[in-house]
């Protein structure tokens, strides 16, 4: 009885505790769910909030790019307005400009038309009064012959008689006067001839020619001097201005070119580029910048010594330039300055058994012929004694040296006695055997005066005159020359050379032209 009540009362309190329980879970599940609303009610607000200002920023950014696509066109249209004025204004310019030139050639034409009337009735004029002067002339002379009793030709032959008879007496008052002063000079004339006949000198001398040899350690060199397609040699001939024959012959290149300055620079640039063995067009313009210096210290460093080697102070430092230019030079095949040292130990040797200063004449003589190097081109112009002499005179040297230079070929008058040693020197120099060869003067100075030809046009920055001659090569200035001036100065070239020179053959212009753009990477 009390284990049944008991579990009774234990299952009656479990029920009761169920049933809380499902009361208590539903008041909590109630409760949840109104939370779950509220915050569904706050999501969808803060929602319907955030979307309308997405739409409003979206709505403003479209009116942005709106504006902003307006603004462009308006430009675009401002623009295309801005150059269709212009072109109207070009028009109306252009229109203006014809009309105002119609109206001058057809008045240059109204001119022309009432000079050519005018110069019609002069001619006419002009010719009336010829007949009537000739029948006047033809009058007058028929009137004389009436007078004198004697014709036309008559008169004319007893004219030319009594010319003969006055002209017979002078002849022989001028050779009077011309002997009785030639007894006066008669002792300077001695010194003259004693001068003449001094032995002349006959010592070797090696003729210049216009080509020399480079020597190579291997044929395989030769590949490389070329370059890929003929760059690298194209290069080398267009800086240096020497024609370089590669041919069968072994381990050797051939350098042509008639200046012997040009060809030194292209031997030692080809030297320097086969020992560093980098070998290419922008290597090839550095190194042959870099010996053209070379050279030119070369050139100062020669004249210093040989002015030391003969005795000479005080030369200006030109002066002693233009010395060791001479060595690059040559005078009718002989080196220009192995010559002039020649002539001044000879005119030193003169000058001390006439009595005479010897350090005068020893300068003067190595100083004779620096006419034949000149700095320019317009200077070629002026004989080299004449050139010389201004140098001279432009540098300090004393008057008689000067006179010495400018008188050495009769330019000008001899006023010292050094000025006809100076010249019979030179002519001992000269003429001695082997000495000279007057064929290569005439052959290079052909070719300087086909270079000369090219410089006188407008635009020209170099010119080179190679195979012999037979080719022409300009390299013009592309800011100034355009290409289609570069064809019309081509054929202007080939015109004047033709006009104005004589020479076997044909000659071939080629005139380049090269645009180079450059910039630095910083």
Not at 44 to 68: H, P, R
Not at 342 to 357: I, Q, R, T, W
Not at 422 to 434: H, L, T
């Amino acid at each position: 009885m009390d284990t049944t009540t008991i579990l009774i009362a234990g299952a009656v309190g479990l029920l009761i505790g169920f049933i809380i329980a499902k009361f208590l879970e539903k008041g909590k599940a109630s409760k949840t769910l109104a939370t779950a609303k509220k915050e569904a009610a706050a999501l969808l607000k803060n929602a319907e909030v955030e979307g309308e200002n997405i739409k409003k920023d979206k709505i403003f950014q479209a009116k942005e790019k709106f504006l902003e696509l307006k603004a462009e066109h308006e430009k675009v249209i401002i623009n295309k307005e801005k150059k269709i004025s212009e072109s109207e204004k070009r028009t109306r310019d252009k229109e203006s400009q014809v009309s105002s030139e119609l109206a001058r050639s057809k008045k240059l034409n109204e001119q022309l038309e009432s000079k050519i009337q005018d110069l019609d009735h002069k001619a006419d004029v002009y010719e009336k009064k010829q007949t009537e002067v000739e029948k006047l002339h033809k009058s007058q002379v028929q009137q004389l012959e009436v007078i004198s009793g004697l014709s036309a030709e008559e008169a004319t032959n007893q004219l030319l008689e009594s010319l003969k008879e006055t002209a017979k007496s002078d002849a022989m008052a001028f050779m009077q006067s011309t002997l009785e002063e030639a007894k006066l000079t008669a002792q300077q004339e001695a010194k003259k001839i004693v001068i003449n006949t001094i032995q002349r000198i006959g010592t070797e001398e090696a003729v210049e020619n216009c080509v020399s040899v480079f020597n190579l350690e291997s044929d395989d060199v030769k590949g490389r001097i070329i370059g890929r397609e003929g760059r690298n040699i194209r290069a080398l001939e267009a800086v240096t201005g020497v024609e370089i024959i590669v041919d069968d012959t072994p381990e050797a290149i051939i350098l042509s070119c008639f200046d012997s300055v040009r060809r030194e620079v292209a031997r030692l640039s080809l030297h320097k580029l086969v020992t560093d063995g980098r070998i290419h067009p922008a290597r090839i313009e550095e190194v042959v910048r870099k010996t053209e210096k070379q050279i030119e210290q070369e050139i100062v460093e020669i004249g210093k010594r040989t002015v030391i080697d003969l005795g000479i102070h005080g030369l200006h430092p030109e002066l002693i330039k233009a010395v060791g230019r001479m060595k690059y030079r040559s005078s009718y095949g002989q080196n220009l300055l192995q010559h002039s040292r020649e002539v001044a130990k000879l005119c030193g040797v003169m000058a001390s058994e006439l009595g005479l200063n010897p350090k005068l004449a020893k300068r003067a003589g190595l100083l004779h012929d620096i006419g034949k190097v000149p700095n320019t081109e317009t200077e070629l112009e002026t004989p080299h004694a004449i050139l010389g002499m201004q140098w001279a005179e432009k540098y300090g040297e004393k008057p008689d040296v000067c006179n010495a230079i400018g008188a050495h070929h009769d330019e000008i008058e001899m006023k010292t006695l050094i000025s006809p040693i100076i010249q019979v020197c030179d002519a001992i120099s000269g003429a001695r055997p082997g000495a000279r060869r007057q064929v290569l003067d005439s052959y290079i100075q052909r070719l300087k005066d086909l270079e000369d030809i090219a410089f006188g046009f407008g635009g020209v920055q170099k010119a080179y005159a190679i195979q012999a001659g037979r080719e022409l090569r300009v390299i013009v200035e592309s800011e100034k020359v355009s290409d289609e001036k570069a064809a019309q100065l081509s054929f202007e070239i080939s015109q004047k050379i033709q006009t104005d020179m004589t020479y076997p053959g044909q000659v071939k212009v080629t005139v380049i032209r090269e645009t180079r753009s450059v910039n630095v990477a910083k």
